[in-house]
């Protein structure tokens, strides 16, 4: 998959290693918040996988610790994955990437996490929306090359 940058992407190796995975962090270059999917769960402790926004963290390891934090009954992950998707929101909404993080969440532990997801992605949407409009308007860190003369 290529975008207007020339990036690609080989999804088919991309679910294939998420499909292992035991957490699945997912990066985009207009905003810093990242979608973080834990498929781990444990019954025990009435924990359900994790699926949210989440804030940027420096590598690996705070990522670890911020799990465990906010899930203490749960170990720390043998595998994790982070990847930055190279395209807009509406392509990973309509990628299989999605469809198999909901397939996999339904099949492992029997939950229905499309109306969760549904949110999330319409949030990222409206981060993409609104880093568009501010590159745009030249505001938040942008510059414009011209202004309109008044």
């Not at 020339?6 to 998420?18: P, R």
Request: charged share 30%; glycine share 4%.
């Amino acid at each position: 998959m290529t975008n207007d940058n020339g990036l690609t992407l080989d999804i088919d190796a991309l679910l294939e290693a998420a499909a292992d995975t035991d957490v699945l962090v997912i990066g985009f270059d207009f905003m810093a918040e990242r979608i973080v999917v834990d498929f781990r769960a444990d019954n025990r402790e009435r924990s359900l996988p994790l699926l949210e926004l989440a804030p940027p963290m420096a590598d690996a390891q705070e990522r670890v610790a911020w799990l465990a934090e906010r899930r203490p009954a749960l170990a720390s992950p043998d595998r994790f994955l982070f990847f930055v998707w190279p395209h807009t929101i509406k392509t990973l909404a309509d990628s299989p990437v999605i469809d198999r993080i909901l397939v996999r969440l339904r099949d492992e532990h029997g939950v229905d996490y499309r109306s969760a997801c549904a949110r999330l992605i319409a949030d990222v949407r409206r981060a993409e929306h609104a880093e568009r409009l501010a590159a745009i308007r030249g505001t938040d860190g942008f510059e414009t090359l011209w202004e309109r003369e008044r």
